[in-house]
């Protein structure tokens, strides 16, 4: 039993429900093509699932992060990530990175399988579900009184950065401005924090630049000190700016940051590759994440899937019952051309979750963690088994201690 079933949000209900995540929860465009994106259900989960998903999110985290510290002295293993050549000639300039100045946002994916949970990845850089999971259980749970949410991750961060910087400070939210999905997200962050006490500098990474490797603001009107920086711009995008960019001085960078870019380790797939010359022996990691090879080392059959190096949101995963023909055989060919781009892993058998009308979704949980501590809930389903850009948003509740105990 995975711990997890679906309920319907009362139907006469879901219009006002949908309403309230476009403007509580920062969902301003609930739509990808033509697929409403805000689930008609949410999942509720028993309070021994939600706790053993989190003790596993910790204990990945910790992991990682042990990965993350090893790798600035093994830079001789960073050629067998798939990182673009300028990504890897800005890694020496993390010579001088201190967890304890940064602060460390993950999100783990986790999966119901027929053979119990599995974990699918990490969104170690830019991972994006912060309002869903703070904000959507809260206006869910009033459908569901026996429930309550876990965690937020918003608070979390906020904490973190509480300990890190001064109060009043000038907090910059880095992102692409020309994409309202990755303004929503920053903006639901920006404003959390000015509730808070805090002073929001919404900026492209090219608005900033670098004094004594400390942030300064370029934005006129606007120019000055930066604080802390909420970075939501993928790494392996800084290197296509304006050469007069110093973008590497996000590497280098002693301004409070999340997430430093100690992150592109692990954002990269092909990371379990080198997981042997490390020397650790990452239970939990081992435990949970399927078998991943090289895919120039061998021909891998239908119980193998490929997964692009650097891939986001599902995309280029080759499960061949979400794909078209013409998706399937391209990414093949991309597979059979440029190998080291991308790896091969064992597929798990998603099992998916049904309500209590019977329709099933395959179903990814991902939990999400400040500083190596569990900060909240983010799900997703989907009708296929690959949970990419269509996949609905889906609140996620947790039974009350009282109900547990009746």
Same mark, same amino acid.
């Given at each position: ?31 990808? $093509?033509?697929?409403?994106? =805000? ?6 989960? %028993? *309070? !021994?699932?939600?706790?053993? +998903? ?114 009043? $400070?000038?907090?910059?939210? =880095? ?6 999905? %990755? *303004? !929503?997200?920053?903006?639901? +962050? ?217």
């Amino acid at each position: 039993m995975s711990g997890a079933v679906l309920a319907r949000i009362p139907g006469e209900r879901y219009s006002d429900y949908r309403y309230e995540a476009i403007f509580r929860a920062y969902k301003w465009d609930p739509q990808v $093509e033509d697929h409403n994106t =805000v689930a008609e259900h949410v999942v509720l989960l %028993d *309070r !021994q699932t939600a706790r053993q +998903l989190e003790l596993w999110a910790e204990q990945l985290s910790a992991e990682t992060m042990e990965i993350e510290q090893a790798m600035m002295e093994r830079r001789d293993l960073v050629k067998k990530l798939g990182l673009p050549s300028r990504v890897k000639k800005a890694i020496p300039r993390m010579d001088g990175y201190s967890a304890k100045k940064h602060v460390r946002l993950m999100r783990f994916d986790f999966h119901p399988t027929a053979d119990g949970w599995s974990v699918s990845e990490v969104n170690s850089d830019v991972p994006g579900g912060l309002a869903e999971a703070s904000v959507l259980p809260r206006i869910a749970q009033r459908y569901f009184p026996e429930y309550e949410p876990q965690g937020h991750v918003a608070r979390s961060l906020l904490e973190a950065f509480q300990q890190k910087t001064a109060p009043g $400070e000038r907090i910059a939210f =880095v992102h692409a401005t020309s994409y309202a999905d %990755d *303004r !929503q997200v920053m903006q639901f +962050l920006g404003d959390y924090f000015e509730e808070n006490g805090y002073r929001s500098l919404y900026a492209a990474p090219d608005h900033l630049t670098w004094r004594e490797q400390q942030a300064v603001s370029l934005i006129q009107g606007q120019e000055g000190p930066v604080g802390g920086i909420v970075r939501f711009y993928p790494l392996e995008w800084l290197p296509n700016l304006s050469r007069r960019t110093d973008w590497g001085g996000y590497y280098d960078t002693q301004t409070p940051s999340c997430n430093h870019p100690i992150a592109v380790f692990a954002q990269s797939k092909r990371l379990p590759l080198i997981w042997d010359e490390l020397g650790f022996e990452l239970p939990a990691w081992r435990a949970l994440l399927p078998e991943t090879q090289d895919p120039g080392d061998g021909t891998f059959g239908e119980d193998w899937i490929y997964k692009p190096a650097l891939g986001r949101v599902g995309e280029g995963i080759s499960i061949r019952e979400a794909l078209t023909p013409k998706e399937y055989r391209r990414i093949k060919r991309d597979v059979r051309w440029h190998p080291k781009d991308w790896i091969a892993q064992k597929r798990f058998e998603s099992k998916p979750v049904s309500g209590e009308d019977g329709e099933p979704f395959h179903l990814c949980v991902g939990v999400f963690t400040v500083d190596g501590k569990a900060a909240g809930f983010y799900g997703r389903i989907s009708p296929f088994p690959r949970i990419d850009a269509r996949a609905k948003d889906i609140p996620l509740l947790v039974e009350k201690e009282d109900k547990s105990n009746e």
